[in-house]
């Protein structure tokens, strides 16, 4: 049962956890995985996100003004791997990959697998090179209660598994001990 985070929803993504990033501009909707992402501010709260020019999800991400931040757990690393390595150009990644979702109040795509999400607004950009940085406003997180309450990932539940990626192809780890 997913719960909303309306204080430090920053936290979420204190641990740059691999993420899939969703996005859906009128109508046209994607997921691809980034580990390029962090939270840059806590007043207001905002998150920030690095994506390559040539993703299909750069214009709609640029267009729409939105994306989403759905955090996997370690269940979905078939999903996560095969976002990351294929294209919308290609495949319809929600179909292959029998991605369930829904979609919010702010138009974002949910997906139901995911331990917690968090919703952004562009609010600046910044062009970095190949890639650009979508600075995004917080405007709603949700998480798992069972693996995110009272402020604090617990650590001690399996499906609190987060994922990072050590940039090797297919090497991951995941975050499960607190020290
Ligand atoms: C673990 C992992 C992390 C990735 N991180 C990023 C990232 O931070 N930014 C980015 O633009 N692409 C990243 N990628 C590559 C994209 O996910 C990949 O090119 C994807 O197929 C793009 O999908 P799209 O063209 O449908 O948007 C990553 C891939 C993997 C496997």
């Known amino acids: 049962m997913k719960k909303k985070i309306s204080k430090n929803p920053t936290r979420l ?6 993420s899939l990033i969703t996005s859906n501009h009128n109508g046209t909707k994607n ?3 980034v580990s ?7 007043n207001p ?3 920030m996100i690095s994506v390559d020019k040539k ?5 709609l991400i640029e267009q729409s003004g939105k ?10 690393l078939k ?3 095969y976002c990351g390595n294929v294209s919308a150009k290609e495949k319809d990644k929600f179909k292959e990959r029998d991605l369930k979702f829904s979609v919010s109040e702010n138009n974002g795509i949910i997906l139901d697998d995911a331990i917690a ?3 952004c607004e562009v609010v600046n950009k910044c062009d970095i090179g190949d890639h650009v940085l979508f600075i995004g406003k917080i405007i709603d997180a949700y998480a798992d209660e069972e693996v995110y309450s009272d402020g604090k990932w617990n650590l001690s539940n399996s499906n609190a598994k987060t994922l990072s990626f050590l940039g090797e192809n297919g090497r991951y780890i995941t975050i499960d001990e607190l020290q």
Not at 13 to 18: A, D, G, K, Q, W
Not at 67 to 76: C, D, G, R, S
């Open 31 to 33: 997921v691809f995985t």
């Open 45 to 47: 709260s905002m998150a």
């Open 117 to 119: 999400y968090v919703e």
């Open 79 to 81: 999903d996560v791997i």
């Open 55 to 59: 993703r299909r999800s750069f214009p």
């Open 67 to 76: 994306y989403v931040i759905n955090i996997p757990n370690i269940k979905m």
């Open 36 to 42: 390029w992402l962090c939270s840059v501010s806590n």
């Open 13 to 18: 993504i204190y641990h740059n956890p691999v």
